[in-house]
């Protein structure tokens, strides 16, 4: 079999076809191939909803690193009161034979000692128009209907009201230093407002945790 000249060429890919542009990337498999000169917050992927979602043409506010939550000191004896009620607990259950409950006490007592016991991380945070990306993850002002200011010692915080009832605040720290602009960027959008302890809030405070 010959295979003519003009045809063979033809078969050979030249080098403008071999080459695709950043800029002209197509959308594969539900992923958008991004340029290199795309933004951090266009960049941004949005978790929990099973896809990569990119936040185009927004503008990045201001950002910061803060740990995820407050460490509060605990003496020996807090470890001794967790003890006595962890023991208390235990007799009861086995008194009465409720299994179940005695398994769901020291679940939980494992747990609060891990968690008290496991450093914060630190999370990196970008306020853009949109919303909040918080570690890669965008949280929307249509989702919160106000903001409020909480202080605890030296450490600062902006809680998210949410607009559903029964969803839960959002806490986000935030440095000193860089206060009256985290501020001033929640406020161009969401009304600022008074905020109080809810009665969990105020439990955690009371225990330490």
Same mark, same amino acid.
């Given at each position: 079999?010959?295979?003519?000249?003009?045809?063979?060429?033809?078969?050979?890919?030249?080098?403008?076809?071999?080459?695709? *542009?950043?800029?002209?990337?197509?959308? /594969?498999?539900?992923?958008?191939? =991004?340029? @290199?000169?795309?933004? !951090?917050? %266009?960049? +941004?992927?949005?978790?929990?909803?099973?896809?990569?979602?990119?936040?185009?043409?927004?503008?990045?506010?201001?950002?910061?690193?803060?740990?995820?939550?407050?460490?509060?000191?605990?003496?020996?004896?807090?470890?001794?009161?967790?003890?006595?009620?962890?023991?208390?607990?235990?007799?009861?259950?086995?008194?009465?034979?409720?299994?179940?409950?005695?398994?769901?006490?020291?679940?939980?007592?494992?747990?609060?000692?891990?968690?008290?016991?496991? *450093?914060?991380?630190?999370?990196?945070? /970008?306020?853009?128009?949109?919303? =909040?990306? @918080?570690?890669?993850? !965008?949280? %929307?002002? +249509?989702?919160?209907?106000?903001?409020?200011?909480?202080?605890?010692?030296?450490?600062?915080?902006?809680?998210?009201?949410?607009?559903?009832?029964?969803?839960?605040?959002?806490?986000?720290?935030?440095?000193?230093?860089?206060?009256?602009?985290?501020?001033?960027?929640?406020?161009?959008?969401?009304?600022?407002?008074?905020?109080?302890?809810?009665?969990?809030?105020?439990?955690?405070?009371?225990?330490?945790?």
């Amino acid at each position: 079999m010959v295979v003519s000249k003009d045809k063979d060429e033809n078969m050979k890919p030249t080098g403008e076809e071999a080459v695709v *542009p950043v800029e002209e990337a197509e959308v /594969v498999d539900g992923v958008e191939v =991004l340029g @290199e000169g795309d933004s !951090l917050a %266009e960049q +941004a992927r949005v978790e929990g909803t099973g896809q990569n979602v990119t936040v185009e043409g927004e503008q990045e506010l201001v950002s910061w690193d803060a740990e995820e939550y407050i460490v509060r000191d605990k003496t020996s004896w807090w470890y001794v009161g967790l003890a006595i009620v962890i023991l208390l607990l235990s007799g009861l259950a086995v008194l009465l034979q409720w299994w179940t409950f005695l398994a769901v006490v020291v679940l939980s007592a494992i747990a609060l000692v891990v968690y008290t016991c496991r *450093p914060p991380r630190v999370l990196h945070y /970008v306020l853009t128009n949109r919303g =909040l990306v @918080e570690n890669g993850q !965008l949280r %929307e002002y +249509a989702n919160y209907k106000a903001f409020g200011i909480l202080r605890e010692g030296p450490h600062f915080a902006i809680m998210l009201v949410p607009r559903k009832r029964f969803s839960p605040r959002v806490t986000v720290f935030f440095p000193k230093s860089q206060g009256e602009a985290i501020v001033d960027a929640f406020g161009a959008h969401l009304p600022m407002e008074e905020i109080e302890l809810d009665m969990i809030d105020k439990i955690i405070k009371f225990l330490r945790i």
